[in-house]
């Protein structure tokens, strides 16, 4: 089948879905009792949540879901820490995260994770790696449960240089737990490592590259977007999975001496002409969430045209939306 894969990051603008979150000042206060009631009740509302989301994410024709990789919160805190089936003690949270996951398949909607900043696997500092690793096999098994088959990281530390720097992350990588190490994806970022700088290791590794586009013009390397997706696209097609891009807009224009702050919507001249054409899971990173996501998706379908048929996707995948358009001009 044909089509882009439309990706919603985290959160929902219009939906009344939300995701409940939990600051270890409020439950580090309360009895052990009270904080797993509490912690438990939590866990409940965020997987009928995800399945709310996947569910509305399948009404809109959006074909993937970045999930909050804090949707257990506290899990991994050093003091308020927790695993699942000591504050799920009848089972409900955990089988509402597997309907979700039964629910995202049947309904072809791709889930991931992004973790946040503090996951750096190339950290020359031990406990800050040991943090790591341990952050990524808690969102393994969270993605194990529902489905998920992506968990998507940045290079992490530059210290020492690139060619150091990346060794420390293969090391890193090789550290990971497997079911980790089989969802795990670099992503290219917007000021230490370009595409080009990941390739390689990607290559070395197995870790496919989520290609960011906006990162690739804010931290350029001399690739173009033709020949980055190319390579990445590589990437994915060695693991079996479709390839996972992500876009957005600066916010202040390119012109601005700091184009790299996302805007409320996608200009569609951001748009590579180079993924016209091509089977892609697409994440909108835009502030207006599943507006942007409708708008943008608008604007490059009502553009369509029959001469661009995407090439072969993994089967496990079915997209959500109809061919891509005809080519918008680039940036630049």
């Known amino acids: 089948m044909a ?20 600051t270890h000042r409020y439950v580090g206060g309360l009895d052990p009792a009270a904080r797993r009631a ?19 994410c399948h009404a809109m024709g959006v074909g993937a879901f970045r999930m909050n990789s804090q949707i257990l919160p506290l899990a991994t805190h050093p003091e308020s820490g927790y695993l699942l089936e000591e504050i799920d003690e009848d089972g409900e949270a955990r089988a509402d995260f597997l309907e979700a996951g039964r629910l995202a398949a049947g309904l072809g909607i791709r889930l991931s994770f992004h973790p946040d900043q503090f996951v750096v696997l190339n950290s020359e500092r031990e406990p800050v790696v040991a943090s790591a690793l341990k952050e990524l096999a808690y969102q393994a098994s969270v993605a194990e449960l529902v489905g998920a088959d992506t968990i998507v990281v940045h290079g992490g530390s530059a210290a020492g240089g690139i060619p150091a720097a990346l060794e420390r992350l293969a090391r890193g990588i090789d550290r990971l737990a497997p079911p980790a190490r089989a969802r795990l994806a670099l992503e290219n970022d917007d000021r230490q490592f370009a595409p080009a700088d990941l390739l390689p290791l990607c290559e070395r590794t197995g870790v496919p590259l989520v290609y960011d586009v906006h990162h690739h013009r804010c931290r350029p390397d001399g690739l173009d977007p033709a020949a980055a997706t190319d390579a990445a696209a590589a990437t994915w097609r060695a693991r079996g999975q479709e390839t996972y891009v992500h876009i957005s807009s600066p916010r202040d224009g390119w012109a601005a001496a700091n184009p790299r702050p996302h805007a409320d919507y996608i200009d569609a001249a951001d748009f590579p002409e ?32 029959a001469e661009h048929r995407p090439a072969d996707r993994p089967a496990a995948a079915p997209p959500a939306t109809p061919r891509p358009p005809a080519s918008p001009p680039a940036p630049r």
């Open 3 to 22: 089509g882009y894969r439309w990706g919603l990051c985290c959160q929902f603008m219009d939906a009344p879905i939300r995701f409940r979150t939990a």
């Open 274 to 305: 180079a993924w016209l054409g091509r089977a892609l899971t697409i994440d909108v990173e835009a502030k207006d969430k599943e507006r942007a996501v409708l708008a943008i998706r608008r604007t490059i379908e009502g553009r369509a045209s």
């Open 38 to 56: 509490y912690l438990g009740a939590i866990a409940r509302d965020n997987a009928r949540s995800l399945i709310a989301a996947v569910r509305h």
